[in-house]
């Protein structure tokens, strides 16, 4: 799938808006492949994976695009 990052914060989190989905999803730095977080910034394009939570859809295996 792929989105843009809608949101980053200090503590090592985001939120993805993904194209489709209505939905924006969260992902955690852990998730990320072949970029740092701090490399990140909003409105980055990004392609991903999804995987069910118990909170949620999350998004994993997170790189730029």
Do not use: Y
């Amino acid at each position: 799938m792929t989105g843009t990052i809608k949101k980053l914060t200090d503590k090592g989190f985001g939120f993805i808006t993904a194209e489709g989905l209505a939905k924006d999803l969260f992902f955690h730095s852990k998730n990320l492949e072949g970029v740092t977080f701090d490399e990140l910034r909003e409105g980055d394009a990004v392609s991903f994976e999804t995987e069910e939570s118990p909170k949620g859809m999350n998004a994993v295996n997170v790189q730029r695009a």
